[in-house]
T-cell receptor, first 109, second 115 residues
Framework: EDQVTQSPEALRLQEGESSSLNCSYT??????LFWYRQDPGKGPEFLFT???AGEEKEKERLKATLTKKESFLHITAPKPEDSATYLC??????????FGKGTRLSVIA | ETGVTQTPRHLVMGMTNKKSLKCEQH?????MYWYKQSAKKPLELMFV???????ENNSVPSRFSPECPNSSHLFLHLHTLQPEDSALYLC??????????????FGPGTRLTVL
């Protein structure tokens, strides 16, 4: 069964304190690994798609990387407005998108 | 309007009521999805429509009934719900359903409370 596991469940950072969120996946025939940001009471907002191991993508303070077993979302010098839940999802060969439970990030000024 | 819109944003209903959730996408996409998001659980895919045909139904109870009259609109009809059905219901769309790994774009969701 395809599965996506995110860690940690919650992360509290001081403003400017860089860190990484982890997404481990067991998805057969991975065709894409997606990262979303979700603010409270809102729908997920698309951030990145990674298609193959070794690929990296960046957007402002965020950088997503992909290996054959996991993906990382690196947050450099975060600001309070980066506080949100970050969701990871894998798309397999014959299955719909499988989501992890998310990492709830809080950035304190 | 741009992106994916959902109405209503909040809904409170009794277990004997019948209500419908509406989703509209303004992206020209061919695939639309319903997800359920409960606290402490991953997003659960409920239904997928591709070109107005249902292509996925993840063992969802019959008290949830989807309808896709055209590629821009998606409905979720609700009847005889249970309190455990209280959740955030999210609609999403993507350019295609398969085989391309297209990005799904989400609406803001409907917060449903069943009393």
């Amino acid at each position: 069964e395809d599965q996506v596991t995110q860690s940690p469940e919650a992360l509290r950072l001081q403003e400017g304190e860089s860190s990484s969120l982890n997404c481990s996946y067991t998805v057969s025939g991975l065709r894409g690994l997606f990262w979303y940001r979700q603010d409270p009471g809102k729908g997920p907002e698309f951030l990145f798609t990674l298609y193959s191991a070794g690929e990296e993508k960046e957007k402002e303070r965020l950088k997503a990387t992909l290996t054959k077993k996991e993906s990382f979302l690196h947050i450099t010098a975060p600001k309070p407005e980066d506080s949100a839940t970050y969701l990871c999802a894998g798309l397999g060969g014959n299955t719909p998108l499988v989501f992890g439970k998310g990492t709830r990030l809080s950035v304190i000024a | 309007e741009t992106g994916v819109t959902q109405t209503p944003r909040h809904l409170v209903m009794g277990m004997t009521n019948k209500k419908s959730l509406k989703c509209e996408q303004h992206l020209g996409h061919n695939a639309m999805y319903w997800y359920k998001q409960s606290a402490k659980k991953p997003l659960e895919l409920m239904f997928v429509y591709s070109l107005e045909e249902r292509v996925e139904n993840n063992s969802v109870p019959s008290r949830f009934s989807p309808e896709c009259p055209n590629s821009s609109h998606l409905f979720l009809h609700l009847h005889t719900l249970q309190p455990e059905d209280s959740a955030l219901y999210l609609c999403a769309s993507s350019q295609e359903w398969y085989p391309l790994p297209d990005t799904q774009y989400f609406g803001p969701g409907t917060r449903l409370t069943v009393l």
